[in-house]
């Protein structure tokens, strides 16, 4: 789109008026990503965000980035109040290995003698040996078979 003075001057009075950006963009007939584009290089008085803040949360409701990451003892809580100052300082002990078994599908899912590969499966990989060799093939092999 061209922004002619016309434009832009529509542009400043929907803004001021504090469309919503889709709604200019409706009315202009672009998109709200050019709106919003071009309000900045205006440098247009900034909007408020439609995400809410930590205000406008209900009490005790956890935000999203607390809800996706696991919650820690911090140097005050109980937890590491207790914890003798030495134990501090010991590494943790590594998680106990899971026995990960291969997940090739074997036989028709629609029969009963369905099942999956019972061998113990590779290390970060979903299969066993034989059948990640079938499942993973490398790029340079897949151009030498074309050729």
């Known amino acids: 789109m061209e922004w002619t003075e016309e434009a832009i001057d529509r542009l400043r009075a929907f803004w001021d008026e504090g469309l919503p950006t889709a709604e200019i963009g409706r009315r202009l007939g672009i998109s709200k990503n050019a709106v919003v584009g071009k309000a900045h290089r205006l440098d247009l008085s900034a909007r408020p965000s439609p995400i809410p803040t930590v205000e406008g949360r209900q009490s005790g409701q956890p935000s999203r980035a607390e809800r996706r990451r ?51 499966a590779l290390p970060s990989k979903p299969y066993c040996a034989a059948h990640a060799e079938r499942a993973y093939v490398r790029v340079r092999d897949k151009r030498e078979e074309a050729a």
Not at 82 to 97: E, F, I, K, N
Not at 101 to 112: E, I, V
């Open 70 to 120: 696991p919650a820690r003892a911090s140097a005050t809580s109980p937890a590491r109040a207790a914890a003798s100052p030495g134990s501090l300082l010991l590494p943790a002990a590594p998680p106990p290995q899971r026995v990960i078994t291969c997940s090739w599908p074997l036989g028709d899912p629609g029969k009963p003698d369905f099942h999956f590969c019972d061998a113990t």
